[in-house]
């Protein structure tokens, strides 16, 4: 049969993820799409602990704060609009408040640290090689908070500083946990603020150093998945792209996490993906009388179901699945 489109090569890195693993994922609003989808399907994640962040030397500096004893001070932090926020973290950890602003950036903390110890994988996506340095203390910030464009100065890193960072930060992350494997990617998600070309050599600069690293510390504890390859060459139409033009739709996102799904996951846990998802479905179910004989027990069903998974694989956590259902179970017997 012929094809009508060029199907990218995915590259065996020798490693899978299981149900049992704990995984990190750091990076772009990319990040987030893989991240929610292996949360959704149960799997043991810390998505995002800073945020969306952007560009390699702020993922650094966030894996490098997981690393310390760092704790977050109302010095840290500043006010802009009456808003309260920092500028090693998103939006997201913001407020009027700053005690709520510290509460949440320091109890993420507190947890992400305890997860990291213990991860297994660390995902990486980056979005862009342009970094925002602030001018008055020559930081680079991993958000800039829509403070006014003059309080920056903006540049493009190279390949070669990348790849220096990275070769400082990793060893750093196996002192803290030997067993740790990072899978890199490149986001899909276009950043048109310089163009079509400034775009290209954005994410240029940052292939050429994630091929640097892949190669330096090798595939045992490296690898890459090519999720910005698919959405260039296997989804290369604008059908597959958000209204804005720029973002991957969900179709997108979907055809790519399955790309990785396939890849990345392993085989026997292929097969509990397959439970979770008719459980997920199941519980999105709205049935048109749910007092009959019928629907009882379906419900009865789901729960043995569940059950039998918790039993089997006691790491897997369907804990809020089983009460809603033993709850929808006991309103349909009054």
């Known amino acids: 049969m012929s094809r009508f489109f060029t199907e990218v090569t995915l590259a065996d890195p020798g490693w899978r993820i299981g149900y049992q693993d704990k995984l990190m994922l750091m990076g772009s609003c990319f990040t987030e799409n893989v991240g929610e989808k292996l949360r959704s399907l149960k799997f043991q994640v810390d998505v995002n602990p800073f945020g969306i962040i952007y560009n390699p030397f702020s993922v650094a500096k966030s894996l490098r704060i997981l690393l310390s004893s760092q704790t977050y001070t109302e010095q840290d932090l500043f006010e802009h609009n009456g808003v309260w926020s920092s500028f090693d973290y998103h939006g997201r950890f913001s407020d009027v408040s700053t005690v709520q602003v510290l509460r949440n950036i320091n109890d993420q903390l507190v947890f992400s640290r305890s997860f990291f110890r213990d991860a297994d994988y660390l ?32 540049y493009r890193l190279t390949p070669g500083g990348i790849v220096d960072e990275y070769r400082e930060v990793l060893p750093e992350l196996w002192n803290f946990n030997s067993k740790l494997k990072v899978l890199f990617t490149v986001s899909p998600v276009r950043h048109w603020k310089d163009g079509a070309s400034g775009n ?8 050429l150093a994630v091929d640097k690293l892949i190669t330096g510390f090798g595939e045992e504890r490296c690898a890459y998945f090519p999720a910005y390859e698919i959405m260039m060459d296997e989804l290369r139409d604008y059908r597959f792209y958000a209204p804005d033009m720029l973002h991957p739709s969900q179709v997108a996102v979907d055809y790519i996490w399955d790309k990785f799904a396939g890849l990345m996951i392993a085989g026997q846990d292929s097969d509990i993906v397959k439970n979770v998802l008719k459980i997920i479905k199941a519980k999105e179910h709205r049935p048109f009388n749910s007092n009959t004989m019928g629907h009882k027990k379906f419900l009865l069903n789901i729960l043995n179901e569940i059950q039998e998974l918790m039993v089997k694989f006691p ?20």
């Open 123 to 154: 995902i990486i996506t980056f979005g862009t090689s342009w970094v925002y340095e602030l001018k008055t203390t020559g930081a680079i910030v991993s958000n800039c908070h829509k403070i006014p464009a003059a309080n920056f100065k903006r």
């Open 315 to 334: 790491y897997l956590n369907l804990q809020e699945e089983k009460s809603y259902f033993e709850s929808q179970f006991i309103d349909n017997q009054n």
């Open 200 to 207: 290209q050599l954005s994410k240029s600069v940052l292939l």
